[in-house]
């Protein structure tokens, strides 16, 4: 059984930075897409990033993060990561990855379209 656990949230003040971990086991890390989504208080589900199997292509964001956050993985270490800089109040939420089926017929920013997730690392940005 595929198995994800998010790590590396917290408090931080605005403008500062995280860097989220997202350590996969019970399958063969390289075969899956990873994708980041999060979740804040009374919204919906979010998309935010998305890698391909073997982080080669140019990752996929929600708009609105072009350029603060950034996707990444180490096959070497089962690792998916979010390096989040820049941060504003409104990036608070509870941040969770997950494992795509590109097969699933939903887009690949759909939440539906993933399974696998992990518990959530909370993300808190103070102004």
């Known amino acids: 059984q595929v198995q994800l656990v998010e790590s590396g949230g917290g408090l931080v003040q605005v403008g500062g930075s995280l860097k989220l971990s997202c350590a996969f086991s019970?399958?063969?890390?390289?075969?899956?897409?990873i994708g980041w989504f999060r979740k804040a208080p009374g919204k919906e589900r979010e998309f935010v990033a998305r890698?391909?199997?073997?982080?080669?292509?140019?990752?996929f964001y929600r708009d609105s993060l072009q350029g603060r956050f950034s996707i990444s993985r180490d096959n070497t270490k089962n690792t998916v990561y979010l390096q989040m800089t820049n941060l504003k109040p409104e990036d608070t939420a509870v941040y969770y990855c997950?494992?795509?089926?590109?097969?699933?017929?939903?887009?690949?920013?759909?939440?539906?379209?993933?399974?696998?997730w992990g518990q959530g690392t909370q993300v808190t940005v103070s102004s």
């Open positions: 019970g399958r063969t890390f390289s075969a899956y897409a």
């Open positions: 890698i391909s199997q073997s982080g080669g292509g140019l990752p």
């Open positions: 997950a494992t795509d089926r590109p097969r699933i017929a939903y887009r690949s920013d759909d939440p539906r379209r993933y399974n696998n």
